[in-house]
T-cell receptor
């Protein structure tokens, strides 16, 4: 298996633009997590899905953020409109059992100018 | 609420010396504890976990961790450090809120192993 795949690896955009981050989890994993990492706030869980259903979105910072998982092999995290404070590395992770070993993707480094 | 604390932002150790990265936890039930490592420009990688059983847990790359219930600690250890062990290390605990299927991570400890 290729592991968790994220795209793009780097994204530079201007304030106010829409940003879409993509994730393909490991086949057979029922849980998918979106995290954000910054120097100031560390690693934060934004939302997680179980069997394509959002279970806990309490970490989503505000309405500008939305996440979907239309099928077991694809998820998106969208920011609209983007702001400079959204600049961070966004990780997707998947696991067979939610709290157990999670496999992380390489991350998307987002820069909002 | 479940939480973990990593009291050291950075740990420096000479190659060949033993290393310890500290973690303490606070949970309301049985702790499920984890260590992850992050190399530069990479995602986190699982190292080891404690759920039940022996207090000494062995993991990847020669790392081990000791669960100490009385001290509520789960320190990561390695008998002989390598320069290639230099990375950011995260302790994590199972969070029983929101369905119980997520982890709460510590703030991370930067390990630097020098020649």
């Amino acid at each position: 298996d290729a592991g968790v795949i994220q795209s793009p690896r780097h994204e530079v955009t201007e304030m106010g633009q829409e940003v879409t981050l993509r994730c393909k989890p490991i086949s057979g994993h029922d849980y998918l997590f979106w995290y954000r990492q910054t120097m100031m706030r560390g690693l934060e869980l934004l939302i997680y899905f179980n069997n394509n259903v959002p279970i806990d979105d309490s970490g989503m910072p505000e309405d500008r953020f939305s996440a979907k998982m239309p099928n077991a092999s694809f998820s998106t995290l969208k920011i609209q409109p983007s702001e400079p404070r959204d600049s961070a590395v966004y990780f997707c992770a998947s696991s067979q059992v939610g709290y157990n070993e999670q496999f992380f993707g390489p991350g998307t480094r987002l820069t909002v100018l | 609420a479940q939480s973990v604390a990593q009291p050291e932002d950075q740990v420096n150790v000479a190659e060949g010396n033993p290393l310890t990265v500290k973690c303490t936890y606070s949970v309301s039930g049985n702790p499920y504890l984890f260590w992850y490592v992050q190399y530069p420009n990479r995602g986190l990688q699982f190292l080891l976990k404690y759920i039940t059983g022996d207090n000494l847990v062995k993991g990847s790359y020669g790392f081990e961790a000791e669960f100490n219930k009385s001290q509520t600690s789960f320190h990561l250890k390695k008998p002989s450090a390598l320069v290639s062990d230099s990375a950011l290390y995260f302790c994590a605990v199972r969070d029983f809120t929101g369905g119980g299927n997520k982890l709460t991570f510590g703030t991370g400890t930067q390990l630097k192993v020098e020649l």
